[in-house]
């Protein structure tokens, strides 16, 4: 099975642009959950969907929202970026969510100049 | 609120040394706990899940060790190699998000 993958890999944005990262889960899973890694902060959850639904959202600003498709990809979006939004973004999934093992993608690394 | 935390921050050892990676947590109530592997600069990799009902969980040399009662887990690496360098994670999962740990960054010489 072709692991979680993510796209784009590296991205570069300026402040107060706009960014969507995109997420693919493994066949089959139906949970995306996406994190936020910092060398300060170290992992923070943001979100997590489930068919199509967000089930959890992490304590983040409203400028970060997600989206689940019906095939299981899912979407992040950053708006109005700031220089504090520079990170590796990384994207989970699982197929259920719960007492399951999460399975990572190899993340986006944002840079905001 | 869940918290975890790891120590030591950093470790370095010569090959072949056996050792421990200890992690805490302060709220009992998990479904799981989780250790994973990060290399630099790149995504996570998941080593060992115990569930809560569990004890402990072995794959090859890894042995992880869960008591929710202490809110403490470990893992143990069996003769450690210069490719088990990386930084290990711990992280809880709490409703359906994992809460981690800072992560302590291993070092092994050859």
């Known amino acids: 099975k072709a692991g979680v993958t993510q796209t784009p890999r590296y991205l570069i944005k300026t402040r107060g642009q706009q960014v969507t990262l995109s997420c693919s889960p493994i066949?089959?899973?139906?949970?995306v959950s996406w994190y936020q890694q910092t060398p300060g902060q170290g992992l923070q959850f943001l979100f997590e969907?489930?068919?199509?639904?967000?089930?959890n959202k992490g304590n983040f600003p409203g400028r970060f929202s997600g989206r689940q498709f019906s095939n299981s990809r899912s979407e992040m979006n950053v708006s109005t970026l700031e220089l504090g939004d520079s990170a590796l973004y990384l994207c989970?999934?699982?197929?259920?969510?719960?007492?399951?093992?999460?399975?990572f993608g190899p993340g986006t690394r944002l840079t905001v100049l | 609120k869940q918290e975890v935390t790891q120590i030591p921050a950093a470790l370095s050892v010569p090959e072949g040394e056996n050792l421990v990676l200890n992690c805490s947590f302060t709220?009992?109530?998990?479904?799981?706990l989780q250790w994973f592997r990060q290399d630099p600069g790149k995504g996570l990799t998941s080593l060992l899940l115990?569930?809560?009902?569990?004890r402990e969980q072995t794959s090859g040399r890894l042995n992880a060790s869960l008591d929710k009662s202490s809110g403490r887990s470990t893992l143990y690496i069996a003769a450690s190699q210069p490719g088990d360098s990386a930084t290990y994670l711990c992280?809880?999962?709490?409703?359906?998000?994992?809460?981690f740990g800072k992560g302590t960054t291993l070092s092994v010489s050859s």
């Open positions: 969907y489930f068919s199509e639904t967000q089930r």
């Open positions: 115990i569930q809560s009902s569990q």
């Open positions: 066949s089959g899973h139906r949970s």
């Open positions: 709220d009992s109530a998990i479904y799981n």
């Open positions: 989970a999934s699982s197929t259920r969510g719960r007492a399951d093992t999460q399975y």
């Open positions: 992280a809880v999962l709490a409703g359906t998000a994992l809460i």
